[in-house]
């Protein structure tokens, strides 16, 4: 008589594991834009150990130096910001948390909208 409930319920509870693993949650950073190599950025910033937060502009490439080493990212969404770059560096570059503003106006012209 147990039986009657205890395999419906490993029934359940193995359904409900499958679907909770394929559940992923998604890997936001490519909503942040897209690595690019450091010689097409438009401009460089270097990050020190007291830099908190850095403005970039949408549609940027900026590259960032970091001790010595480096990487460049392009900011290609206009619906990301900030973006923490210790989620867009590779792993070892920073050793404290900095945050990139994007502006969402283009460099010379203003609004896209107008």
């Known amino acids: 008589m147990k039986w009657k409930f205890i395999l419906p319920t490993a029934a359940a509870l193995t ?4 679907l909770l693993s394929s559940c992923a949650a998604p890997d936001l950073t490519s909503l942040m834009g897209d690595p690019a190599p450091p010689s097409a950025a438009n401009y460089t910033l270097v990050i020190g150990p007291d830099t908190r937060y850095v403005n970039v502009k949408r549609d940027d490439i900026v590259a960032f130096n970091v ?3 480096t990487f460049a990212w ?3 969404d206009p619906n990301y910001w900030p973006v923490d770059l210790a989620k867009i560096a590779p792993p070892g570059v920073l050793d404290h948390k900095v945050i990139a503003y994007v502006s969402p106006f283009r460099r010379y012209f203003g609004r896209e909208d107008q």
């Open 74 to 76: 392009n900011f290609d």
């Open 15 to 18: 359904l409900s594991a499958s």
């Open 67 to 69: 001790g010595g080493k």
